[in-house]
């Protein structure tokens, strides 16, 4: 049995250095005690009540704790390092997932197809943009508050479970939503409970971008300011050296006001390229980087770090939303996350992983609203990802509301760290009439799920991508 499992891996490592497809791994059982998944609405949304309307010292410390272990929980098994190798680099479990890409190519090549074909390759890094769903659908410009920062590259995936969902109800046809809302129906078929999503955000270190051939200069998320604006990365002062070779002893530090040339580093403020997720380029992938982004230069060999991603399930109706980052402090990392969330990281996690900071949205409000007929009282929740949503302004977020900030003030929840992930989300649509009510972005707030702006679209079960890459 040894020799024939070290014989299947050895063919397995060799086809997917020759190119060939890549076996997508449900997600994996962390075993981690208390954990499982899917978890059932009711438990989950027991959580949620208890969070918010449990007295201090009752029930809501263990709500959070019961709230953050499950998100920490995805967390270590999406992250899971699997057995395939690809381009002799272990995949991990989300590496082997479905692109919208993918998805799309096999509707158009087979209208019925009984299962997803299975994925070829690592997907190709685009730049993401928050509202390319208002591009494709024509409704709005892209936001201009963007274009200060860098590039944010990266990939949406699909677990299998809901790449089959997605193939199966056609979601990425234009056709079949056009259908849909033709014929008076409300909203997409619902994800099974089983679908996650993500959103990936990578930076590329080329070769030429290294200071003295090793250090590549990282910026650091430092928190929310005190004063909201958009807070993209271009604005964070400091930053940390990561060393390509494997040196640094970085334990929290930042060099708080980085120098290009690398003169202000210390060995304190340098990390391992291995406390960070990351894979070499191929030659195939650094040539199509450089044929999407003009000016690159990228080589094979150089290497892609993650420094963000959000995990979307569909355990509940309004899904759970946990989204993470790269940070020099794990242990107590910034808003919107907390040591208190940090100490709760399991010991299954290890590695690389370990290395991230997590926020999470499970209601929109606290104490939670209603799916239907709730209010926009209450305190708002703020999760969001330093690395997409902090650099949104006003105008990135049109159908914000005031509201209650976490503290109690009223203030306009318009800017990126007043945003969370649920009532953002929640707003997904197709609006091929691109009618001006149709639900846009937005801040912080309550959403009905059956607010009369909806009428005259079709509502994507939480999923924007839907129509980012529907055709």
Not at 78 to 104: K, S
Not at 311 to 327: L, M, P
Request: glycine share 10%.
């Amino acid at each position: 049995m040894i020799a024939r499992a070290a014989i299947i891996a050895g063919l397995m490592a060799a086809l997917a250095v020759a190119g060939a497809a890549i076996e997508p791994v449900p997600l994996p059982d962390p075993k981690i005690p208390g954990f499982h998944f899917p978890e059932s609405e009711a438990t989950i949304v027991n959580w949620v009540f208890n969070l918010g309307n449990g007295p201090a010292g009752d029930v809501a410390p263990q709500a959070f704790e019961n709230i953050a272990g499950h998100g920490w929980g995805l967390w270590t098994a999406v992250t899971r390092e699997t057995g395939q190798v690809y381009a002799g680099q272990r995949l991990r479990v989300f590496e082997t997932w479905y692109t919208p890409d993918e998805l799309a190519a096999q509707a158009d090549a087979q209208p019925s197809p009984a299962r997803p074909a299975l994925p070829r390759r690592r997907a190709r890094l685009r730049t993401l943009e928050q509202f390319d769903h208002e591009r494709d659908t024509r409704r709005l410009a892209l936001p201009a508050s963007g274009a200060e920062d860098d590039q944010v590259i990266g990939f949406i995936k699909y677990d299998p479970t809901a790449a089959d969902h997605i193939l199966k109800q056609k979601l990425l046809s234009f056709g079949a939503l056009g259908q849909l809302l033709q014929s008076g129906a409300r909203q997409i078929p619902v994800f099974p409970p089983t679908a996650l999503a993500l959103k990936t955000v990578f930076q590329v270190m080329a070769a030429k971008s290294l200071v003295g051939g090793r250090y590549y200069l990282l910026k650091v998320w430092p928190g929310p300011p005190d004063t909201p604006q958009a807070w993209g990365p271009a604005k964070w002062p400091g930053g940390v050296w990561i060393d390509v070779r494997g040196g640094g002893g970085g334990q929290g530090q930042i060099d708080e006001a980085p120098a290009a040339d690398g003169s202000t580093r210390t060995e304190a403020t340098t990390y391992p390229l291995s406390s960070l997720i990351n894979y070499r380029l191929t030659g195939d992938e650094a040539a199509a980087y450089n044929q999407d982004h003009a000016g690159a230069d990228v080589s094979a060999g150089d290497y892609a770090i993650l420094v963000a991603m959000h995990v979307a399930g569909r355990e509940i109706t309004r899904w759970t939303w946990q989204t993470f980052w790269w940070t020099p402090a794990p242990d107590t990392p910034p808003l919107p996350s907390s040591a208190a969330n940090a100490s709760l990281r399991p010991v299954q996690l290890q590695g690389a992983p370990r290395h991230y900071a997590m926020a999470f949205a499970y209601a929109m409000l606290s104490p939670d609203q209603p799916n239907v007929g709730g209010a926009n009282v209450g305190l708002a929740g703020y999760a969001y990802n330093p690395w997409l949503e902090a650099r949104f302004a006003p105008a990135d977020l049109p159908d914000s509301v005031p509201g209650n900030a976490p503290g109690g003030q009223i203030v306009g929840n318009n800017y990126g760290t007043q945003t969370n992930c649920m009532s953002c989300h929640g707003r997904a649509n197709y609006n091929p009439g691109r009618l001006a009510t149709a639900p846009r972005y937005s801040g912080s707030r309550y959403v009905d799920l059956h607010d009369p702006q909806f009428a005259g679209t079709l509502q994507l079960d939480f999923v924007w991508s839907l129509a980012t890459h529907a055709h």
